[in-house]
């Protein structure tokens, strides 16, 4: 059989990296990275608190606006409270890169085996695949405040599904597009809940969609 690559010392470049080797493929690599800087995203708690607080104060506001209004249905309370959970959290790749620089890993990442622009993408897009999370969250959030088990139908499901699917994207190129533009900002952290309410104006979220502007 082919030859493995050897295991890197603790102190080479590239060391923590997993899925390095030549046997792993392109895809299967990039997947195999984002999954390991997801598992070191959720050991911060710091970025637990951002997704979860998001998700249940606004899940929380929207029940109490359905009880008083009912303009909306229950998928709408509960999709729109995890989209906003999972902003929040893709925000956090503002100071993802300077928080690797803290950490001393981001000499590793940039001279990885794979190339840097690869390794730092699967670092950044930690935040939006961890985000998806608020979604259930702000399901489970709603069945609890509400005392009842919204289920939807197998199509809606599969709606939810490609929709969740497209917003994941989207999220994640918000996210590369965040982390490029404040990389060399040394407070880059300060700044992410200044980017909240220009992120949810455009998004739409915060209008109906019988009320949205024109722009």
Do not use: D
């Not at 030549?22 to 990039?30: D, F, I, T």
């Not at 088990?149 to 994941?168: E, N």
């Not at 407070?187 to 909240?196: K, N």
């Amino acid at each position: 059989g082919r030859a493995r690559r050897p295991a890197r010392a603790a102190g080479e470049p590239g060391a923590g990296l997993p899925g390095t080797g030549q046997e792993a493929g392109p895809v299967r690599r990039q997947i195999r990275m984002t999954a390991f800087h997801v598992r070191q995203f959720v050991s911060v708690p710091y970025f637990i608190q951002v997704m979860v607080v998001a998700t249940l104060s606004t899940t929380l506001v929207q029940y109490l606006a359905f009880n008083a209004w009912h303009g909306v249905t229950p998928t709408v309370v509960w999709v729109r409270g995890g989209v906003i959970g999972l902003w929040s959290t893709a925000t956090c790749a503002a100071g993802i890169i300077g928080f690797e620089r803290y950490k001393g890993t981001l000499v590793h990442l940039v001279l990885a085996p794979v190339g840097a622009l690869r390794s730092l993408a699967a670092v950044v897009s930690a935040a939006a695949s961890f985000g998806v999370l608020a979604l259930p969250l702000s399901w489970a959030t709603w069945s609890l405040l509400s005392w009842s088990v919204h289920a939807p139908s197998w199509r809606r499901l599969a709606g939810v599904a490609a929709g969740t699917l497209m917003l994941w994207l989207g999220a994640v190129a918000l996210s590369l597009a965040v982390a490029a533009l404040f990389v060399l900002t040394p407070s880059a952290i300060s700044y992410e809940g200044l980017l909240l309410v220009p992120v949810f104006l455009l998004s739409g979220l915060t209008f109906l969609g019988s009320g949205a502007p024109g722009w």
